[in-house]
């Protein structure tokens, strides 16, 4: 069975011809009224209790996900390290390190932009669990400063059975990069990762905090100092799965920016600025943001650093303003505002952005953050965005990420919840092992390798377990879905779905608690 993840990610800027019309716009909005009313509330405490499934290790007391139970409680062991914890990326149950350490900077950075929002919501602790329980992992991954395990499993032997965590017979071997073997992109998102968490954990945990940011430091010097791509060293089971497609430049200025961020050391903001044009952080105008591709996030942030008077009378301010060109190509791209068609983020017919087939969500959920993230910058700078054919402003910016946080949860064609568990419609047979198999707490009998698939499967019937919060895959570019456990491509659903989507609506909810806001659906031609 084929079931590999996104693995194309592409910086050739390929894109795909806008087909839009005033009359297809005015139909969508009739028949998808911006008014219609969603709970965002409940879709932020849904997506963050989503973490709660993916758990692999010893589950804690307060554990809310009770249909799960301990797996993977031997990880490590054959190497002699304990590799216990971390996160099961999709629906397999192997522990790929790239796309875990992306999901908690997206966790981390929606805390750092919304954590009032979310404590308004009564989820911040929760959202702070999902983090620990990444970085919890992370601390033990990294053994020595030039150390970091990267994978446990691996995606060929794991695809060949349907089994639970609890239940695993696959492959438990663990890999690692070190000086010999280098992993600059999955140290240097690593690193991101831990920074990021820092300053989560500053106020709340301050011991916490100095740990993690003694690990993103020695694991950005490591990064930085031996060079190479994880999947063309030792840990190259990954290249079917979680490829560097965009080489590890992007992680490095990636994870220097948030180093920046959380220790305030000019030497980090220095090696951004002075490796923005060799590692391409300043000339490649990128349309997609993902696990993979760092660009558009970190031209983001190293752009928002023009709001400090000290960043805009520096030496390097060119750089910055360089940063901030292409950070603003990526937001055009999404409004559909550049001028060459080309250049602009493709999208269904009702209004979706669609990348690509495998996975979508996951760049719509990535697009809405930074659109959100970069509103609030426009409106806290009294700025517009300027774009090839005008300039747009703030309002304009959050409104489409709104529309496609809206999609996600029901104003679409097939008028189905794309969050599992929202809703009175969201998919039934959501493409997971520990969802689509009775729980292991109701029945503890073991459940073979490949008895999973004839007997749990190939099944037609909704899965047993609702894996609450999780979004999936998504429709194709004409707005279908296919609620088929087969069909992959469309009903899994990755951690790093859901973490971006956990910001904004975070940001959502509060606006909708400060006032009962409608900011209509906005349509860029």
Same mark, same amino acid.
């Given at each position: 069975?084929?079931?590999?993840?996104?693995?194309?990610?592409?910086?050739?800027?390929?894109?795909?011809?806008?087909?839009?019309?005033?009359?297809?716009?005015?139909?969508?909005?009739?028949?998808?009224?911006?008014?219609?009313?969603?709970?965002?509330?409940?879709?932020?405490?849904?997506?963050?209790?989503?973490?709660?499934?993916?758990?692999?290790?010893?589950?804690?007391?307060? &554990?809310?996900?009770?249909?799960?139970?301990?797996?993977?409680?031997?990880?490590?062991?054959?190497?002699?390290?304990?590799?216990?914890?971390?996160?099961?990326?999709?629906?397999?149950?192997?522990?790929?390190?790239?796309?875990?350490?992306?999901?908690?900077?997206?966790?981390?950075?929606?805390?750092?932009?919304?954590?009032?929002?979310?404590?308004? !919501?009564?989820?911040?602790?929760?959202?702070?669990?999902?983090?620990?329980?990444?970085?919890?992992?992370?601390?033990?991954?990294?053994?020595?400063?030039?150390?970091?395990?990267?994978?446990?499993?691996?995606?060929?032997?794991?695809?060949?059975?349907?089994?639970?965590?609890?239940?695993?017979?696959?492959?438990?071997? !663990?890999?690692?990069?070190?000086?010999?073997?280098?992993?600059?992109?999955?140290?240097?998102?690593?690193?991101?990762?831990?920074?990021?968490?820092?300053?989560?954990?500053?106020?709340?945990?301050?011991?916490?905090?100095?740990?993690?940011? &003694?690990?993103?430091?020695?694991?950005?010097?490591?990064?930085?100092?031996?060079?190479?791509?994880?999947?063309?060293?030792?840990?190259?089971?990954?290249?079917?799965?979680?490829?560097?497609?965009?080489?590890?430049?992007?992680?490095?200025?990636?994870? !220097?920016?948030?180093?920046?961020?959380?220790?305030?050391?000019?030497?980090?903001?220095?090696?951004?600025?002075?490796?923005?044009?060799?590692?391409?952080?300043?000339?490649?105008?990128?349309?997609?943001?993902?696990?993979?591709?760092?660009?558009?996030?970190?031209?983001?942030?190293?752009?928002?650093?023009?709001?400090?008077?000290?960043?805009?009378?520096?030496?390097?301010?060119?750089?910055?303003?360089?940063?901030?060109?292409?950070?603003?190509?990526?937001?055009?791209?999404?409004?559909?505002?550049?001028?060459?068609?080309? /250049?602009?983020?493709?999208?269904?017919?009702?209004?979706?952005?669609?990348?690509?087939?495998?996975?979508?969500?996951?760049?719509?959920?990535?697009?809405?953050?930074?659109?959100?993230?970069?509103?609030?910058?426009?409106?806290?700078?009294? &700025?517009?965005?300027?774009? /090839?054919?005008?300039?747009?402003?703030?309002?304009?910016?959050?409104?489409?990420?709104?529309?496609?946080?809206?999609?996600?949860?029901?104003?679409?064609?097939?008028?189905?919840?794309?969050?599992?568990?929202?809703?009175?419609?969201?998919?039934?047979?959501?493409?997971?092992?520990?969802?689509?198999?009775?729980?292991?707490?109701?029945?503890?009998?073991?459940?073979?390798?490949?008895?999973?698939?004839?007997?749990?499967?190939?099944?037609? /019937?909704?899965?047993?377990?609702?894996?609450?919060?999780?979004?999936?895959?998504?429709?194709?570019?004409? /707005?279908?879905?296919?609620?088929?456990?087969?069909?992959?491509?469309?009903?899994?659903?990755?951690?790093?779905?859901?973490?971006?989507?956990?910001?904004?609506?975070?940001?959502?909810?509060?606006?909708?608690?400060?006032?009962?806001?409608?900011?209509?659906?906005?349509?860029?031609?």
């Amino acid at each position: 069975m084929e079931e590999k993840r996104q693995h194309n990610s592409s910086l050739s800027q390929h894109k795909f011809p806008q087909q839009w019309c005033t009359s297809l716009l005015i139909s969508f909005l009739a028949i998808v009224p911006s008014s219609q009313a969603f709970d965002y509330g409940k879709a932020l405490s849904q997506s963050l209790l989503y973490f709660e499934s993916q758990r692999s290790g010893r589950l804690p007391y307060n &554990q809310r996900v009770t249909w799960r139970h301990h797996s993977g409680l031997t990880d490590g062991l054959e190497q002699g390290v304990d590799l216990v914890g971390g996160y099961y990326d999709a629906g397999d149950n192997v522990k790929f390190g790239l796309p875990m350490a992306f999901t908690i900077t997206m966790l981390s950075w929606g805390v750092i932009e919304y954590g009032d929002e979310i404590a308004g !919501a009564g989820e911040y602790s929760h959202a702070l669990e999902a983090i620990k329980w990444g970085t919890d992992y992370f601390i033990k991954a990294h053994t020595r400063p030039n150390v970091l395990w990267a994978e446990v499993g691996d995606g060929d032997t794991d695809h060949y059975c349907w089994q639970r965590p609890e239940d695993m017979t696959t492959s438990r071997q !663990a890999y690692k990069v070190d000086e010999n073997n280098p992993g600059s992109d999955i140290a240097g998102e690593t690193a991101a990762a831990m920074a990021s968490a820092s300053i989560v954990f500053r106020k709340t945990n301050p011991h916490y905090s100095h740990l993690l940011l &003694q690990h993103a430091q020695q694991l950005f010097e490591f990064g930085d100092k031996f060079r190479g791509k994880y999947d063309e060293s030792s840990v190259k089971v990954v290249k079917g799965y979680y490829p560097s497609v965009s080489g590890f430049k992007d992680e490095l200025l990636w994870a !220097a920016l948030w180093l920046y961020k959380a220790t305030n050391k000019e030497d980090y903001l220095r090696y951004a600025l002075e490796m923005a044009d060799e590692f391409g952080g300043i000339t490649w105008a990128i349309t997609e943001f993902s696990w993979d591709v760092k660009f558009a996030g970190l031209q983001i942030i190293a752009s928002m650093l023009l709001m400090e008077e000290r960043h805009r009378t520096m030496k390097h301010k060119d750089v910055l303003e360089q940063y901030r060109s292409k950070a603003e190509y990526y937001i055009c791209a999404c409004l559909n505002k550049n001028s060459n068609v080309t /250049d602009n983020v493709e999208r269904t017919p009702r209004g979706l952005l669609y990348t690509r087939q495998w996975n979508n969500m996951q760049y719509v959920s990535n697009a809405a953050f930074l659109l959100s993230v970069y509103s609030d910058h426009l409106r806290a700078s009294n &700025q517009r965005l300027r774009c /090839d054919v005008g300039e747009v402003g703030p309002e304009e910016v959050f409104a489409f990420a709104k529309s496609q946080v809206d999609y996600i949860l029901g104003a679409n064609p097939m008028a189905m919840s794309y969050l599992v568990g929202y809703g009175s419609r969201y998919p039934q047979r959501m493409h997971h092992r520990g969802g689509s198999i009775e729980s292991y707490r109701e029945n503890k009998g073991f459940i073979g390798c490949t008895q999973g698939y004839d007997d749990w499967f190939q099944r037609d /019937d909704p899965n047993p377990n609702v894996v609450v919060g999780a979004l999936v895959g998504g429709p194709d570019k004409m /707005d279908q879905f296919s609620d088929d456990r087969k069909n992959f491509m469309q009903t899994e659903a990755c951690t790093y779905n859901t973490a971006s989507l956990v910001g904004v609506l975070a940001k959502m909810h509060g606006l909708k608690e400060d006032r009962d806001f409608d900011i209509p659906l906005v349509a860029s031609s």
